[in-house]
């Protein structure tokens, strides 16, 4: 099992490590040509230079925490159109950065992702909506190709939600058109609102199913657990591969610190159990998490690293994971 953390590094004083720098369309617009050029190609460098960083710091971890989750600015305003023709002058003078970092990957064994923003939908019924959401898949699958990821099925995790009015004929349709490398890296997630586990799981002939237990929860007021007869469906879709499944809890002080909530009894809206915790303060939710032991985690709370070493240290005292196989 690995416990993975999403895009930011937070040191002990909770300052964050190895940030990435972007800016916004309208800064960059006002620019010169010359000036927009200088302006992406070194915010790119100082990200790809701090992913580098990043990832050294990974490598000295124990093995359950070399997991993470890339931030999409890595190549900022890539998808916007008059910033995407400046990139193709200057994106080769950065192939050796984007190789160091798959490198050290690889040889470090740390499993890496991305997560497309709310607004890459490919299963809207807005055929202008659907192609940014394909542009916006290809250009993160481009940057883990640029890593030399994309090769074999589920290398690399790309990690979308299939809302969108057309459910899963809309995904399909969307799906066919990507490249095989983002359709290699492709997997999709059940969301709160929208889509369902039951609704998503038409997707596992395609690819693999993320599962967000939280997500889960919140639509339906129930906590599944690793013997339901989903499970394997979902381990199925992942084809042979680690699967991974998503970890947040509400909000401190919205649930109680043991047992299971029921929404019933809690008298707060869904809209606010949605959002996440800054740790995982419920060992009950914790115990019930972490026994899903054939999946890995990628840790969804604010705190970042921070709470998924704090969910480390407690699998470690309670012995969910054995600290003799794992680099300590």
């Not at 002058?89 to 991305?114: K, M, N, V």
């Not at 499970?231 to 680690?242: A, D």
Request: glycine share 4%; aromatic share 10%; net charge negative.
């Amino acid at each position: 099992m690995k416990l993975g953390f999403a895009c930011k590094y937070l040191d002990a004083d909770c300052k964050q490590h190895f940030p990435f720098k972007s800016t916004t369309r309208t800064r960059f617009l006002r620019l010169q040509r010359d000036e927009q050029i200088a302006l992406i190609a070194n915010l790119a460098r100082l990200n790809l230079t701090n992913l580098a960083g990043l990832l050294e710091t990974l490598a000295t971890q124990p093995e359950t925490l070399r997991m993470m989750r890339i931030g999409s600015d890595l190549l900022p305003l890539y998808t916007v159109p008059e910033a995407m023709p400046l990139y193709r002058e200057f994106l080769p003078d950065l192939y050796p950065l984007f190789e160091r970092c798959g490198a050290l990957a690889r040889q470090h064994d740390i499993r890496l992702s991305f997560h497309p923003g709310q607004y890459s939908v490919l299963a809207s019924d807005n055929p202008d909506v659907v192609q940014r959401a394909i542009e916006d898949v290809e250009y993160h699958a481009l940057c883990a190709t640029l890593m030399g990821f994309g090769k074999a099925f589920q290398d690399f995790k790309i990690n979308i939600h299939m809302n969108g009015k057309k459910g899963f004929e809309g995904f399909s349709q969307a799906f066919a058109r990507l490249s095989p490398e983002a359709r290699n890296m492709l997997t999709v997630e059940n969301d709160e609102i929208s889509c369902s586990l039951d609704e998503v799981l038409q997707a596992r002939a395609l690819c693999p199913i993320v599962m967000d237990i939280h997500h889960h929860w919140v639509k339906e007021n129930a906590f599944i657990q690793p013997d339901d007869s989903r499970i394997p469906l979902i381990m199925e879709s992942w084809r042979g591969v680690q699967p991974v499944l998503h970890y947040s809890i509400s909000q401190e002080g919205l649930i109680p610190e043991r047992g299971y909530p029921d929404q019933q009894n809690l008298g707060v809206a869904k809209t606010k159990l949605r959002a996440h915790s800054d740790y995982y303060f419920n060992e009950t939710l914790n115990d019930w998490a972490l026994s899903f032991n054939a999946f890995d985690i990628m840790c969804e709370v604010k705190m970042k690293n921070l709470a998924s070493q704090r969910l480390y240290d407690y699998a470690l005292a309670t012995k969910i994971i054995d600290p003799s196989q794992n680099g300590r």
